[in-house]
């Protein structure tokens, strides 16, 4: 039974990956590019064809991709998280895990890929709500104070006294 159950999920393996709701980037250790699922290909705007047998590290040179996990996940054989900026300006959230073989070496590193421009976009409008918010408290304040002065009339003719 355990073997059938391994025989199923190998052969929808490239459905399931699909069926993700976060962008998957897989890549081995030396950092060829294996497998992006679709929500990646969305995300990105670049296809399978595009990645496929591509080394990470030309991609960055290449200025697709402003960082990458790869190098660091291999480096340490730890997960990690980094934001990355696209050309488009999108901004995606990775995180990245290793994956180890049976003898403990570690042989791929998949990478998810979720787009936070929204949520950026939405802090930064927040930020300038806030300053705005700020300054008319300030205004405020200052005209309060103002309001409660006692004032001398000005006045220079003894008329007007």
Do not use: W
């Not at 064809?49 to 591509?54: A, D, F, M, N, V």
């Amino acid at each position: 039974m355990a073997c059938r159950s391994s025989e199923l999920l190998s052969k929808h393996v490239e459905r399931i990956l699909d069926a993700l709701p976060e962008g998957v980037f897989i890549s081995d250790a030396a950092g060829t590019s294996l497998r992006v699922n679709r929500m990646y290909e969305q995300l990105t705007g670049l296809t399978q064809e595009q990645l496929r047998g591509k080394n990470v590290r030309d991609l960055v040179q290449e200025g697709t991709f402003d960082c990458i996990l790869n190098p660091e996940i291999v480096r340490t054989g730890k997960p990690c998280t980094h934001v990355q900026q696209l050309k488009d300006g999108k901004k995606l959230v990775l995180t990245g895990f290793p994956v180890f073989d049976a003898r403990g070496d570690l042989c791929l590193v998949v990478t998810f890929a979720r787009d936070i421009t929204l949520l950026v976009q939405l802090q930064d409008q927040v930020s300038g709500q806030c300053k705005l918010i700020d300054q008319i408290n300030d205004q405020l304040a200052y005209i309060t104070n103002e309001g409660n002065k006692v004032r001398e009339p000005v006045c220079t003719s003894p008329a007007m006294r």
